[in-house]
Antibody
Framework: EVQLLESGGGLVQPGGSLRLSCAAS????????MTWVRQAPGKGLEWVSA????????YYADSVKGRFTISRDNSKNTLFLQLNSLRAEDTAVYYC??????????????????WGQGTLVTVSS | DIQMTQSPSTLSASVGDRVTITCRAS??????LAWYQQKPGKAPKLLIY???SLESGVPSRFIGSGSGTEFTLTISSLQPDDFATYYC?????????FGHGTKVEIK
């Protein structure tokens, strides 16, 4: 059974940093791309970042580019998201999800088949 | 970036009703579209991928159709468990974006 368990959320001041983790089990972690999707309170889903199975390719939404860093440790079946220079608008539940699909020479066709339960990040003074 | 527009934003319906949600892409995405269901306080759940392929374990009353720029999710006979918010997501190319969601409420 596929399981994804996020951790690391909490209350942080504007300008602060946080590191989210997502522990994966039930599938061959290194074989799949992974992603982070967030949801601000009462709002819709926003794709944040993705990483290939090897970790060699990373992708970011414009809203977080240069502030967030996605990474993975395939030896520990864990996905990470480093959040720096946090802003109030980054307040959200952050979900990790397993990506399914494939990459062509020009794009990666990824949709998300399993999701964790989410971890809440609150940016406030 | 490709923009995804869902309509309506809210839909009121009764158990047994046939309901349809529309998702439009700002440019052609072929059939690279997924649909998700989300209930309050829960993670999204994949329902449909590649516009019309039903995810394993999802009831057959969920029907996806469309290609290019216009897509629909139809629930053929609404059940009590189906009251939730539904999101479309394109995966034609990076960045992958979601629609703003359609909340299906009890009439």
């Amino acid at each position: 059974e596929v399981q994804l368990l996020e951790s690391g959320g909490g209350l942080v001041q504007p300008g602060g940093s946080l590191r989210l983790s997502c522990a994966a089990s039930g599938f061959t972690f290194s074989s799949y791309a992974m992603t982070w999707v967030r949801q601000a309170p009462g709002k819709g889903l926003e794709w944040v970042s993705a990483i290939s199975g090897s970790g060699g390719d990373t992708y970011y939404a414009d809203s977080v580019k240069g502030r967030f860093t996605i990474s993975r440790d395939n030896s520990k079946n864990t996905l990470f998201l480093q959040l720096n220079s946090l802003r109030a608008e980054d307040t959200a539940v952050y979900y990790c999800a397993k990506a399914l699909g494939y990459c062509t020479s020009t794009s990666c066709l990824w949709y998300f088949d399993y999701w964790g339960q989410g971890t809440l990040v609150t940016v406030s003074s | 970036d490709i923009q995804m527009t869902q309509s309506p934003s809210t839909l009121s319906a009764s158990v047994g009703d046939r309901v349809t949600i529309t998702c439009r892409a700002s440019q052609s995405i072929s059939s690279w579209l997924a649909w998700y269901q989300q209930k309050p306080g829960k993670a999204p759940k994949l329902l449909i991928y590649k516009a019309s392929s039903l995810e394993s374990g999802v009831p057959s009353r969920f029907i996806g159709s469309g290609s290019g720029t216009e897509f629909t999710l139809t629930i053929s006979s609404l059940q009590p468990d189906d009251f939730a918010t539904y999101y479309c997501q394109h995966y034609n190319t990076y960045p992958w974006t979601f629609g703003h969601g359609t909340k299906v409420e009890i009439k």
